[in-house]
């Protein structure tokens, strides 16, 4: 399991409080919401909350692009490299 994706994991259960679950539960592909891990809107802003604080992330409520980057877990660790690879340039 790539090292970033476990740690978005961990940070998800930390940050919704998801203690029955562990990190090595979460398909790093299975969508975010609905069907998959099941969260919400208001899941959705504390992850992006949190997300922000541990990565820095540099989110926009009103961007387009941010269903596609919370799809999964993937998705999010694929933005976070984009994002740190973009500020170190």
């Known amino acids: 399991m790539d090292a970033l994706e476990l740690d978005i994991k961990r940070l998800i259960i930390e940050a919704l409080g998801l203690e029955d679950l562990r990190p090595e539960e979460i398909d790093s592909e299975a969508p975010l919401f609905g069907e998959g891990l099941g969260l919400d809107s208001i899941d959705a802003l504390e992850l ?34 984009h994002q740190s690879v973009g500020s170190q340039a």
């Open 48 to 81: 992006g909350v949190a997300l922000r604080k541990k990565y820095q992330l540099r989110l926009e409520a009103n961007d387009p692009d941010n269903r596609r980057h919370f799809r999964s877990v993937r998705a999010l660790a694929a933005l976070i490299q």
